[in-house]
Nanobody
């Protein structure tokens, strides 16, 4: 059963931009941490942008200044705007919801901390 649906992936040259969208229709999802993860072949899944309920976002260091996550609560869509894309950004990108908080109250950034996942959208960046 698909609970989150990603779209917007594709192929683009280095330096280009893409906007990913995640449809998150359940009201409950918006009461918890949400985020974007990615996984390249042979690599572990990693957190890219994690957004809390106050819309404060924590980014992976390598995407800071290039990627921006945002929410449209009216449409119940989570976005990831990606600029200045690099070949190393190539991966399957996943939307995740129902993320838990750690001991200090922060959103976790590990995949095991999120309970709901989409099927992913492929992003391929050529040099």
């Amino acid at each position: 059963e698909v609970q989150l649906v990603e779209s917007g992936g594709g192929s683009v040259q280095a330096g280009g931009s893409l906007r990913l969208s995640c449809s998150a229709p359940a009201y409950n999802y918006w009461r918890y941490c949400m985020g974007w993860f990615r996984q390249a072949p042979g690599k572990e899944r990693e957190g890219v942008a994690i957004v809390d309920t106050d819309d404060i976002t924590t980014y992976k260091d390598s995407v800071k200044g290039r990627f921006t996550a945002s929410k449209d609560r009216e449409k119940k869509i989570l976005y990831l705007h990606m600029n200045s894309l690099k070949p190393e950004d190539s991966a399957m990108y996943y939307c995740a919801a129902v993320g838990r908080r750690g001991a200090r109250g922060q959103c976790v950034d590990a995949p095991v901390g999120f309970g709901v996942w989409g099927r992913g959208t492929q992003v391929t960046i050529s040099s």
